[in-house]
Nanobody, 128 residues
Framework: EDRLVESGGDSVTAGGSLTLSCAAPEHIYSNNYIGWFRQAPGKEREGVAAIYTSGSSMWYHDSVKGRFTISRDNAKNMVKLQMNSLKPEDSAMYYC?????????????????????WGQGTRVTVSS
C-alpha cells in the first residue's frame, strides 16, 4: 500500500522527549524527500523538518532548531524525528509526507495533498 505510517506519539510533560517514526514502503522511501508537519487544534498546519533519503539535505523550522533532530534509517525505510525539550506549544498531530521534489525542504506548502504520499498522523501532547 502506498501510504506512510507514523508512530511514536504520546503524552509527556514539558521538558520531556519523544521519538516519532515515519515508515514508508521501499519504493516510496528511496530517492525521496520526507518531511514532518504538525497541526495543533485551531492552528494552521506547519512544516517541522525534512530530509532527503538519498543525500544530506535537511531542513528545520526555526521553532524546533536545536531541539528536534530528523534522521533516516535506510535499512528500515524509516525517517525519525527525535524531539527533546518539548514544550506545550509542540502539542499537535504530527504527519509525515514524501515527495520526489525539494518542496518539503522549507515546507512552503503545508497542504499534505500537494505531496505524493502522506500518513494519517500521530498525536503528541505536552503538558505543562
Amino acid at each position: 500500500e502506498d501510504r506512510l505510517v507514523e508512530s511514536g506519539g504520546d503524552s509527556v510533560t514539558a521538558g520531556g522527549s519523544l521519538t516519532l517514526s515515519c515508515a514508508a514502503p521501499e519504493h516510496i522511501y528511496s530517492n525521496n524527500y520526507i518531511g514532518w508537519f504538525r497541526q495543533a487544534p485551531g492552528k494552521e498546519r506547519e512544516g517541522v523538518a525534512a530530509i532527503y533519503t538519498s543525500g544530506s539535505s535537511m531542513w528545520y523550522h526555526d521553532s524546533v532548531k536545536g531541539r528536534f533532530t530528523i534522521s533516516r534509517d535506510n535499512a528500515k525505510n524509516m525517517v525519525k524525528l527525535q524531539m527533546n525539550s518539548l514544550k506545550p506549544e509542540d502539542s499537535a498531530m504530527y504527519y509525515c509526507a514524501a515527495d520526489p521534489r525539494r518542496l518539503l525542504l522549507g515546507a512552503k506548502c503545508a497542504e499534505l495533498s500537494e505531496y505524493a504520499h502522506w500518513g494519517q498522523g500521530t498525536r503528541v501532547t505536552v503538558s505543562s
